[in-house]
């Protein structure tokens, strides 16, 4: 039997109008622009305006994503949403954006933080080849900046805000479209705490005592996180081509998540990949987490070429989590 396919036939983004460059981050904590440069690759990044909620983030990026499809809401069966920066903790953040977009169907929250776009486009896949629907609407989006500790120089530089969207299909409805060929998913819970936010949830109650040690913000062992993040998607691109019976040199564009140029450097060492085939534009967005990888998928399909066939998607997150997936230009 010929497998379905799921298609993602249009992406869009949004990344707020506000610009924090490094310098401004010096007058805020004691840090400098050359040591944002060398040791991460990021110049600048964007942050949400103060009454904007990730919510109205990803409800800019579905707006676009619907006017770039020509496709009405109410054609939308399932909206997905991937987030490590929801409105509340519950309900989730899907239900916040399906109301402000003003859809009909069920929407639900994807919680793989960094990972979450290739978690959340794998599910959409699930829904697609299983026949269950035919047009599903994938966001990711992220105001780090609400949770971020701006006394704290070992996170606070590395995160911006931003959010992306993904129409998945059953049918290709642009000449753009690629299809989602082989994934590969994993997460490992034993270092959870190397990459957290610890209080707030029903571990650690939120309390006057953790707010005042911002406790509710991101903490993350860097070495730690670095480490794990180049040793997992190492392997989990290794398995994927495996699974996709497919050679390194055979694809023609990879789009890493974009957490900073190190770990996309030793990845392209580990691979010997052509430096020119890899998309980045963590110097000028930081790291969008969930986020990340779609953002580079919308800037890359609007300008990819017809000869690039095969493009590698791969993403890494706290939890630990990471994914890598093989998309398909149409003909393969
Ligand atoms: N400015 C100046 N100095 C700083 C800063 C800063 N912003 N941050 C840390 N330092 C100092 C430290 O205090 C330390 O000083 P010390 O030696 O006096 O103690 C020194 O710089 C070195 O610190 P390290 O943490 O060892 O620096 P490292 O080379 O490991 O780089 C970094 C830190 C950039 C965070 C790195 O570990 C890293 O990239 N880790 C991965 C982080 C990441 O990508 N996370 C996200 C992935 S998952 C996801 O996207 C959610």
Redesign the pocket.
Known sequence: MVQKRAYISETSSYLPDTVMTNSQLEKVVE??DE??VS??GIKERRIAHKEEATSDLGVKAAHKLLEKAQLDISQVDLIIVATLSPDYIFPSTACIIQKKLKAKCPAFDVVA??SGMMFALATAKGYITSGLYKNIMVIAAEKVSSILDYTD??TC??FGDGACAALVTDKPLSDHAVWMDEIVLGSDGEMHQA?EVPSGGSVEPLSKEALEEKRHCLR?D??V??RH?VKRMISSISECLKKGNIEIDEIDYFIP?Q??N??IEAILKRFMIDPQKVHRNVEYIG?V?AASVGICLDEYLEHRSKSDQNILMAA???GFTWGTMILKGEGR
């Open positions: 840090t400098t040591w944002i040791r991460t933080a960094c120089r070992s530089v590395l990459l993350m860097g070495r996180v670095f993040a998540h957490a900073n190190r770990i790291n987490c890494f997150g706290a």
